[in-house]
T-cell receptor, first 109, second 115 residues
Framework: GQNIDQPTEMTATEGAIVQINCTYQTSGFNGLFWYQQHAGEAPTFLSYNVLDGLEEKGRFSSFLSRSKGYSYLLLKELQMKDSASYLC??????????WGAGTKLIIKP | GAGVSQSPSNKVTEKGKDVELRCDPISGHTALYWYRQSLGQGLEFLIYFQGNSAPDKSGLPSDRFSAERTGGSVSTLTIQRTQQEDSAVYLC?????????????FGPGTRLTVL
């Protein structure tokens, strides 16, 4: 079966760095997405990785290792507004997104 | 509009009634998705439309659920004989659906409550 695993909840301190991991097992692979979802709002796109390596975009970076079925989202210089759920999703061979349950990130002052 | 729109934003209905949820995708997007999200849970795929191809209905939880997309644009998700377990936020997303442009843009969702 297809499976996306990510931690349910993480806590970090304002100004610090946090890494949210995602492991996957899917039927084929056409890229991995990270989305941010604030409570009561729709998900918004953060990053897309299809090749191995690190993609940096401001305070957020996303890493992919296809051989290990592994990705992480790195958030630097955490701000209170970063408190949200972070969803990992993999596009399978049918170009369908398989979604993880999301990681709720709590930022403390 | 610039983004994906959905209506209504909230719907409260009685068990056994039918409901229709509407999605207006971003102009030019050929792919349209419906998802369901229960409180504190991840996204559950329901149905996927791509251009004029037959829709992928593999995620529909029962035959009470159906969806159509008219003219390759607006989509309607219909739930017949609603049950309390249908209560959730129903999210619509659209994308270009072409190589290198798979990013999905989400609408604000419809919160459905079945009493």
């Amino acid at each position: 079966g297809q499976n996306i695993d990510q931690p349910t909840e993480m806590t970090a301190t304002e100004g610090a760095i946090v890494q949210i991991n995602c492991t996957y097992q899917t039927s084929g692979f056409n890229g991995l997405f990270w989305y941010q979802q604030h409570a009561g709002e729709a998900p918004t796109f953060l990053s897309y990785n299809v090749l191995d390596g690190l993609e940096e975009k401001g305070r957020f970076s996303s890493f992919l290792s296809r051989s290990k079925g592994y990705s992480y989202l790195l958030l630097k210089e955490l701000q209170m507004k970063d408190s949200a759920s972070y969803l990992c999703a993999v596009m399978d061979s049918n170009y369908q997104l398989i979604w993880g349950a999301g990681t709720k990130l709590i930022i403390k002052p | 509009g610039a983004g994906v729109s959905q209506s209504p934003s909230n719907k409260v209905t009685e068990k056994g009634k039918d409901v229709e949820l509407r999605c207006d995708p971003i102009s030019g997007h050929t792919a349209l998705y419906w998802y369901r999200q229960s409180l504190g849970q991840g996204l559950e795929f329901l149905i996927y439309f791509q251009g004029n191809s037959a829709p992928d209905k593999s995620g529909l939880p029962s035959d009470r659920f159906s969806a159509e997309r008219t003219g390759g644009s607006v989509s309607t998700l219909t739930i017949q004989r609603t049950q309390q377990e249908d209560s959730a936020v129903y999210l619509c997303a659209s994308s270009f659906g072409t190589s290198g442009s798979y990013e999905q843009f989400f609408g604000p969702g419809t919160r459905l409550t079945v009493l």
